[in-house]
């Protein structure tokens, strides 16, 4: 079965600090890659997507996410933080033919004003 | 309005009691979902339907059960609610292209006492 890894599960940073938060899925065929944000109190939204062509991926607020096929990886960056970055980031995989979103374990970030 | 709502938005139940969370969408999608979120474990999912007469258990399905009235209301029931099912619930759709994301509703607070 599929499974989507989030190594990092609690981060703590500045403001202005860079941030990356990784991302692997087992999965070795055709796939779709999301990360998906969560503020306090709130439901998931949608930062960025890959399903084909630029690996580099440009997400709403800054954010980005470059996809590695041969590390089966899909890391979030964002060069500067900010304290309304703090929320929680779950990245999630669809696979093969079902496309049934995976969702990883999410990684709880908390910037410092 | 919310594209995705749920209802209610929290509950508190006894052990043993039956219960239903509910979902409605207005995307016109096909494919709905029901989530459970705990804290560390990300989501996971408990149920799907790809269309009305679809069903699908997720990888959680034990202890509760779903109905789909209609394309757009999708229903989560836990037949006898038990402390460990106290979590946060969130429904999901989607629709079957594979490059596109799921939408969230609100969420349910869930606690069994």
């Known amino acids: 079965a599929q499974s989507v890894s989030q190594h990092n599960h609690h981060v703590i940073l500045s403001e202005a600090a860079s941030l990356e938060l990784g991302c692997n899925y087992s999965y070795g065929g055709t796939v779709n890659l999301f990360w998906y944000v969560q503020y306090p109190g709130q439901h998931l939204q949608l930062l960025l997507k890959?399903?084909?062509?630029?690996?580099l991926v440009k997400g709403i607020k800054g954010f980005e996410a470059e996809f590695i096929k041969s590390k089966f990886s899909f890391n979030l960056r964002k060069p500067s933080v900010q304290w309304s970055d703090t929320a929680e980031y779950f990245c999630?995989?669809?696979?093969?033919?079902?496309?049934?979103?995976?969702f990883g374990r999410g990684t709880s970030l908390i910037v410092h004003p | 309005d919310a594209d995705v709502t749920q209802t209610p938005r929290n509950r508190i139940t006894k052990t043993g009691k039956r219960i239903m969370l509910e979902c409605s969408q207005t995307k016109g999608h096909d494919r709905m979902y029901w989530y459970r979120q705990d804290p560390g474990l990300g989501l996971r999912l408990i149920y799907y339907?790809?269309?009305?007469?679809?069903?699908n258990k997720g990888e959680i399905s034990d202890g509760y059960s779903v109905s789909r009235q209609a394309q757009a209301k999708f229903s989560l029931s836990l037949e006898s609610a038990i402390p460990n099912q106290t979590a946060l619930y969130f429904c999901?759709?989607?629709?079957?292209?594979?490059?596109?994301?799921?939408?969230f509703g609100q969420g349910t607070r869930l606690t069994v006492v």
């Open positions: 339907s790809f269309d009305v007469k679809d069903i």
């Open positions: 890959y399903f084909s062509g630029d690996p």
């Open positions: 999630a995989v669809k696979e093969g033919g079902s496309y049934i979103p995976t």
């Open positions: 999901a759709t989607s629709d079957p292209r594979r490059d596109t994301e799921a939408f």
